[in-house]
């Protein structure tokens, strides 16, 4: 993949210059790699459209990455490099487990972190501190998002699966088996996965015992085990709809599917990376296509876009970087987004996003945009 200079950015020290630096300590490598660096690649835009329009504050804006390798511990220490080299906001890794350190460290030196899409609700104001946002739904709306969506389409039995590997693919499940149960569905059978196993002989085990087959099969997984677990039901005749959360949203788990397991698969995702998902992003994918020369391919481009361009209008409210302004400005603030209309509750109802979904099917390998969705209702976090 392109990483428009990465190898430079990763290097760079914080110029003497008077300029407005964003940190950001993004796993460009390892597991993490699918979200984030398309993130990284989606925020460079944003970094050349600011400055192409003359900076923020009057100060050009400078984007300094190092590469959190997919290590919570990694993630920590280069944020804190970042801060002493004097980035003064910091873009945070996607999902709980691998961004709260970069919070961590952004909180304990009164710097607004911003993760680009955790959604686990433990990515709040009340785990990390009160300058602590993410741009991501919650799971609560995720999770929600995806039992209104089946319920819609008249599946009303499910099968469950959670992999047991970090607190997102842990909440989801719950959030969406809560909406699902208060819609009027039944939870055939919970099973549990471990991330890594690539074995699901005994789930499927468990599945064929059942009395009746499932209406959807809802799985909570990550990285290339999503793939494997499709593969294993369907290869055995299980062929009910698949539902699922953001971490779908890989096209080298598209590609592995293919044509022939790649079907009848959705999921809840951040935005459709398309110019039918509203006018906004038909300038985004210009400026991108710009830079890169491709179209991009998963929605998480638009993630590390919208995080730094909802930073600039942040700063522009607040007139500065000082943290507790910015983060005022943020709780303040309605955002209108590529990942849709945004806007956070206060610091002590944890500063849960208020945010639409997008809904994409993969059918012979390939994606779709289904729609926004916003739930009604969500469970609470």
């Known amino acids: 993949m392109l990483l428009a200079g990465s190898a430079i950015a990763c290097l760079a020290a914080v110029p003497a210059k008077a300029e407005i630096v964003i940190g950001a300590a993004l796993n460009l490598t390892g597991i993490q790699a699918p979200m984030d660096e398309p993130g990284f690649r989606g925020a460079q835009v944003a970094i050349k459209e600011l400055n192409d329009a003359g900076g923020l504050l009057g100060e050009p804006v400078k984007l300094v990455t190092m590469d959190g390798k997919s290590d919570p511990v990694t993630v920590g220490n280069a944020t804190v490099q970042l801060i002493d080299d004097g980035a003064q906001l910091i873009l945070a890794p996607c999902d709980f487990d691998?961004?709260?350190?970069?919070?961590?460290?952004?909180q304990a030196a009164d710097l607004v972190g911003l993760s680009t899409c955790a959604s686990d609700p433990l990515y709040s104001s009340w785990s990390l501190g009160d300058k602590q946002f993410t741009l991501s739904m919650w799971n609560t709306t995720m999770g929600a998002t995806a039992a209104d969506f089946a319920l819609e389409k008249g599946w009303k039995k499910a099968y469950?699966?959670?992999?047991?590997f970090i607190a997102y693919t842990k909440s989801l499940p719950k959030y969406f088996?809560?909406?699902?149960?208060?819609?009027g569905g039944e939870i055939l059978l919970e099973d549990s996965y471990n991330n890594g196993?690539?074995?699901f002989s005994a789930q499927l085990a468990r599945l064929q015992a059942l009395p009746e087959k499932p209406d959807v099969i809802?799985?909570?997984?990550?990285?290339?085990?999503?793939?494997?677990?499709?593969r294993a039901l369907r290869e055995v005749g299980y062929d009910a709809p698949v539902l699922g959360g953001d971490a779908y949203d890989d096209p080298a788990l598209h590609q592995a599917l293919g044509e022939k397991f790649g079907n009848d698969v959705y999921f809840v995702t951040h935005t459709w990376a398309g110019p039918d998902a509203g006018p906004e992003m038909q300038h985004f994918l210009k400026l991108y296509g710009e830079m890169y020369g491709q179209e991009p391919d998963t929605s998480f481009v638009a993630t590390g876009y919208d995080a730094v361009m909802m930073l600039a209008q942040a700063v522009k409210a607040a007139g500065s970087t000082d943290g507790a302004a910015v983060a005022q400005a943020l709780e303040d603030g309605e955002f209108k987004l590529l990942t849709g209309e945004l806007d956070y509750t206060t610091a002590d109802e944890g500063h849960m996003p208020n945010k639409a979904a997008a809904i994409i099917a993969l059918n012979g390998g390939k994606t779709s945009f289904v729609g926004w969705r916003r739930p009604e209702t969500v469970p609470a976090p």
């Open 177 to 183: 088996i809560e909406q699902f149960k208060a819609g």
């Open 160 to 164: 469950v699966v959670t992999d047991q």
């Open 98 to 106: 691998f961004g709260s350190p970069a919070s961590r460290e952004a």
């Open 218 to 230: 809802f799985l909570s997984s990550y990285g290339t085990d999503i793939g494997t677990i499709i």
């Open 197 to 199: 196993d690539n074995d």
